[in-house]
């Protein structure tokens, strides 16, 4: 037997501890749920060092049993909150316009748990300088687009017990909300985990009414006839993945060397920090000094829009906001010439910007798809802002954030807080092998890493 393959010891299906009446009417897409039907599900998870015996006073085979049960209960009562989840896509078809997809919440089997196993220790995983491809065995769902949702599970928990660790890896449907929405249900997860609140009782109740724009809603057609017509399926290129870490000195550093720069004060850490990523990327790609890039950034709608969102309106509610540049430009002006790209961008994108988006993608309905990212770009994703250390299930602390096959492609940058906190950054970087060899000998930007 192959000690580096994942094996599947089991799997089940969870279903909400008890249905609510709010759970029975169909959970519906909003435009910005739909554009996703098309790119994959979103795979995160934390590795956790497993507890000394003892401390538990179990046997470990005895430790991972009485983990995985509590799992499932509090996954259950999470689920109660997060019912949407725990539901199957359905599509109607109508005459005109034909296509019309909701989520059910009644007729499914529930969210998958998988018991999975590998015969490898936390620093097998952790020590090499790129991130082992095992990893992405840690996640269910490998390769499927959001429409699989008909006839797979909305959110899959694979548990992968290591030697000495335990990693809970979750895929979850990105048509039915974001990273926001992801780690939100993370977070209430570890919270009933812990007995932190009542089942009946939670911190933070997601706001799961859907948004519309005035006159629009709640049912959104699409102009197909056919799944065809709008799914791609995606094959990620051989890439190299390393993290990043960057220190908060070193990012306050960043911050004030881009302010000064551009004589200003209005540019954040994380535009300096991008900015520093989408020179160094286009720097070590050679790019013609004419060629377009540009920098994208993932953005969280919630408090652009007027009123605002509730920070737990729990759907999709994000876009991107782009600098752009020739790429001799970028290269011939400073950090804080980038920098200063990146904050406008932003600071464009208010409530007028995000309206005129929704507006006009009804007027002319699309689905997203992966090769939408040129490969002369940088794509910022995720977001350091998440609680995701915040998370623990009896193991202490996690060690490691680790994400999975999708979203991935040359260019693509996931961004975490620094595991020792205190406004430090991890960057996940993705990039052909050609074009990390040459990041990795670019001064700048690794003298600005740790």
Same mark, same amino acid.
């Given at each position: 037997?192959?000690?580096?393959?994942?094996?599947?010891?089991?799997?089940s299906?969870?279903?909400?501890h008890?249905?609510?009446?709010?759970?029975?009417p169909?959970?519906?897409l909003?435009p910005?749920?739909l554009?996703?039907l098309?790119?994959?599900?979103?795979?995160?998870?934390l590795?956790?060092?497993k507890?000394?015996?003892p401390?538990?006073?179990?046997?470990?085979?005895?430790f991972?049993?009485? /983990?995985?049960?509590?799992?499932?209960d509090?996954?259950?009562?999470?689920?109660v909150h997060f019912y949407p989840?725990?539901?199957r896509?359905?599509?109607?078809?109508?005459?005109d316009?034909?296509?019309?997809?909701?989520?059910d919440?009644?007729n499914?089997?529930?969210?998958?748990?998988?018991?999975?196993a590998?015969?490898?220790?936390?620093?097998?995983?952790?020590?090499p300088?790129?991130?082992?491809?095992?990893?992405?065995? /840690?996640?269910?769902?490998?390769r +499927?687009?959001n429409?699989?949702?008909?006839?797979?599970?909305?959110?899959?928990?694979?548990?992968?017990e290591?030697v000495?660790?335990?990693?809970?890896? +979750?895929?979850m449907n990105?048509?039915?909300?974001?990273?926001?929405?992801?780690?939100?249900f993370?977070?209430t997860?570890?919270?009933?985990?812990?007995?932190k609140?009542?089942?009946?009782?939670?911190?933070?109740p997601?706001?799961l009414?859907r948004?519309?724009?005035?006159?629009?809603?709640?049912? *959104?057609?699409?102009?197909?006839?056919?799944?065809?017509?709008?799914?791609?399926?995606?094959?990620?290129?051989?890439?190299?993945e390393? *993290?990043f870490?960057?220190?908060?000195?070193? *990012?306050a550093?960043?911050k004030s060397?881009?302010n000064?720069?551009?004589?200003?004060?209005?540019?954040?850490?994380?535009?300096?920090?991008?900015?520093?990523?989408?020179r160094?990327?286009?720097r070590a790609?050679?790019?013609?000094p004419?060629?377009?890039?540009?920098?994208?950034?993932?953005?969280?709608?919630r408090?652009? $829009?007027?009123?605002?969102l509730?920070?737990d309106?729990?759907?999709?509610s994000?876009q991107?906001?782009?600098?752009?540049?020739?790429a001799?430009?970028?290269?011939e002006?400073? $950090?804080?010439?980038?920098?200063?790209?990146?904050?406008?961008?932003?600071?464009?994108h208010?409530?007028?910007?995000?309206r005129?988006?929704?507006?006009?993608w $009804?007027?002319?309905p699309?689905?997203?798809?992966?090769?939408?990212?040129?490969p002369?770009?940088?794509?910022?994703g995720?977001?350091?802002?998440?609680?995701?250390y915040?998370?623990e299930?009896?193991?202490?602390?996690a060690v490691?954030?680790?994400?999975?096959?999708?979203?991935? /492609?040359d260019?693509?940058?996931?961004?975490?807080?620094?595991?020792?906190?205190?406004?430090?950054?991890?960057?996940?970087?993705?990039?052909?092998?050609?074009?990390?060899?040459?990041?990795?000998?670019?001064?700048e930007f690794?003298?600005a890493?740790?």
């Amino acid at each position: 037997m192959d000690s580096s393959a994942v094996r599947h010891i089991s799997e089940s299906f969870v279903k909400p501890h008890w249905k609510t009446e709010e759970s029975k009417p169909p959970f519906y897409l909003t435009p910005w749920d739909l554009a996703m039907l098309s790119v994959q599900y979103i795979q995160k998870g934390l590795l956790f060092a497993k507890p000394p015996k003892p401390v538990i006073h179990l046997q470990q085979d005895d430790f991972i049993n009485y /983990f995985l049960d509590k799992l499932k209960d509090s996954l259950s009562l999470a689920l109660v909150h997060f019912y949407p989840l725990a539901g199957r896509l359905v599509t109607r078809k109508q005459d005109d316009p034909p296509y019309f997809v909701f989520v059910d919440c009644n007729n499914s089997p529930g969210a998958k748990l998988i018991h999975a196993a590998l015969d490898m220790t936390m620093e097998e995983i952790l020590s090499p300088v790129y991130v082992p491809l095992v990893v992405q065995s /840690f996640f269910d769902h490998d390769r +499927a687009v959001n429409h699989d949702g008909h006839t797979r599970p909305l959110l899959s928990i694979q548990v992968t017990e290591l030697v000495d660790g335990v990693f809970i890896g +979750a895929s979850m449907n990105h048509a039915i909300g974001d990273g926001t929405s992801f780690w939100h249900f993370f977070n209430t997860w570890s919270e009933i985990f812990q007995g932190k609140s009542s089942p009946s009782s939670i911190s933070r109740p997601p706001v799961l009414d859907r948004w519309f724009p005035d006159g629009y809603g709640p049912i *959104i057609n699409l102009p197909f006839t056919h799944q065809d017509q709008f799914i791609k399926r995606y094959e990620s290129p051989k890439l190299m993945e390393r *993290i990043f870490h960057f220190s908060a000195e070193t *990012i306050a550093g960043l911050k004030s060397k881009a302010n000064a720069e551009y004589n200003t004060t209005k540019i954040s850490s994380f535009q300096s920090l991008s900015a520093l990523v989408w020179r160094s990327i286009t720097r070590a790609r050679h790019l013609p000094p004419d060629q377009t890039t540009c920098c994208r950034l993932a953005i969280n709608n919630r408090p652009r $829009l007027d009123p605002p969102l509730s920070p737990d309106y729990f759907g999709n509610s994000i876009q991107t906001a782009q600098g752009v540049s020739k790429a001799g430009e970028l290269l011939e002006q400073n $950090l804080g010439w980038a920098a200063w790209k990146l904050h406008e961008a932003v600071a464009n994108h208010n409530d007028r910007a995000v309206r005129g988006f929704v507006e006009e993608w $009804l007027k002319n309905p699309f689905v997203y798809h992966m090769d939408l990212f040129d490969p002369f770009s940088v794509m910022m994703g995720s977001s350091p802002r998440f609680n995701k250390y915040g998370n623990e299930f009896g193991m202490g602390k996690a060690v490691a954030l680790l994400s999975g096959y999708s979203h991935k /492609f040359d260019g693509k940058v996931s961004c975490y807080p620094g595991h020792e906190g205190g406004g430090s950054i991890d960057l996940e970087v993705c990039l052909l092998p050609e074009f990390m060899g040459a990041l990795e000998s670019d001064e700048e930007f690794m003298s600005a890493t740790s």
